[in-house]
């Protein structure tokens, strides 16, 4: 069973940065892709970024040119670097592996955006 275990939320202030973390339980060469959801109160789970086996990135529109995702194939790491946060984009941010036939979460992590 593949693991994915985030960290990194927290609380900050408009404007601020996070970096979330999110360390897999295997190889992660073995996913096709690997990305970051969020999910505020009330609404759906949506795409933030997204990192292909080979590198390619997309990222949804409410983030580009603030949020990067990059991935550490040594040590089976994705990471999400968040900078000039706003308070929309508080969220509970999940990590998310893909294989052909199966995809994974992880628990999740609280990202607060408030003064």
């Known amino acids: 069973q593949v693991q994915l275990v985030e960290s990194g939320g927290g609380l900050v202030q408009p404007g601020g940065s996070l970096r979330l973390s999110c360390a897999a339980s295997?190889?992660?060469?073995?996913?096709?892709?690997m990305g970051w959801y969020r999910q505020a109160p009330g609404k759906q789970r949506e795409l933030v970024a997204i990192?292909?086996?080979?590198?390619?990135?997309n990222y949804a529109a409410s983030v580009k040119g603030r949020f990067t995702i990059a991935r550490d194939n040594a040590k089976n790491a994705v990471y999400l670097q968040m900078t000039s946060l706003k308070p929309e984009d508080t969220a509970v941010y999940y990590c998310?592996?893909?294989?052909?036939?199966?995809?994974?979460w992880g628990q999740g992590t609280q990202v607060t955006v408030s003064s």
């Open positions: 998310n592996s893909k294989k052909v036939v199966r995809e994974y």
């Open positions: 990192i292909t086996s080979g590198g390619m990135t």
């Open positions: 295997e190889n992660i060469f073995n996913f096709l892709t």
